[in-house]
């Protein structure tokens, strides 16, 4: 089985734009959930889909955004863009997101902001 | 919401001694509690995983035991080897739908 694929691995942008991450997940698999890593802060949690539905979201401002499709593959958008947004974007997938499944993740998409 | 603490941030050990890392988490209705480890430039990798029915588990060198009284989990590693040398990051999940926190990672270095 493909493992979990992110597009693009790399991207640069400029404060002010916008931007839209893929994730797709692991064959089956429908639940996506979506993390931001940065150095000294781990990964934290942004949102978790399931059947094209947001069922869980972190604690970051409604410029983060995203949706599922219907088959499971998952987008990221993120407005209006600050110097502070430069991080790894990692998205992961399980069966059906259940709490004590095992996630796998992608390689990521690095995000810098200039 | 759920807090998850990991000590140390970084860890420097030689080749063939142990390495142990350290969890608190905060929600009691926490139940499942993977571990991960990132080499650099690659994505997280599950090494090992335990659930609050069980108090250790063992996979070859790797080890996680769990104390659900005092909300504290510990991965062990022993007879470390070079390729060990990896961020590893410990997270806590309550169960129903998912929404892991993780704790801030720990840096280990396995110095040959």
């Known amino acids: 089985k493909a493992g979990v694929t992110q597009t693009p691995r790399y991207l640069i942008k400029t404060r002010g734009q916008q931007v839209t991450l893929s994730c797709s997940p692991i064959?089956?698999?429908?639940?996506v959930s979506w993390y931001q890593q940065t150095p000294g802060q781990g990964l934290q949690f942004l949102f978790e889909?399931?059947?094209?539905?947001?069922?869980n979201k972190g604690n970051f401002p409604g410029r983060f955004s995203g949706r599922q499709f219907s088959n499971s593959r998952s987008e990221m958008n993120v407005s209006t863009l600050e110097l502070g947004d430069s991080a790894l974007y990692l998205c992961?997938?399980?069966?059906?997101?259940?709490?004590?499944?095992?996630?796998?993740f992608g390689d990521g998409t690095r995000l810098s902001i200039l | 919401g759920e807090n998850v603490e990991q000590h140390p941030s970084t860890l420097s050990v030689q080749e063939g001694d142990s390495a142990v890392i350290k969890c608190t988490y905060s929600d009691s209705a926490s139940n499942y509690f993977p571990w991960y480890k990132q080499e650099l430039g690659k994505r997280p990798q599950l090494i090992i995983d335990?659930?609050?029915?069980?108090g250790e588990k063992k996979d070859q060198r790797i080890a996680v035991t769990l104390n659900k009284t005092a909300k504290h989990f510990s991965l062990h590693i022993t007879e470390t080897q070079p390729e060990d040398s990896a961020v590893y990051f410990c997270a806590a999940s309550p169960g129903g739908y998912q929404k892991v926190t993780f704790g801030t990672g720990t840096k280990l270095q396995v110095i040959p």
């Open positions: 889909y399931f059947s094209e539905t947001q069922r």
């Open positions: 335990i659930r609050s029915n069980v």
């Open positions: 992961a997938s399980s069966l059906t997101g259940q709490g004590n499944q095992p996630q796998h």
């Open positions: 064959s089956g698999h429908r639940s």
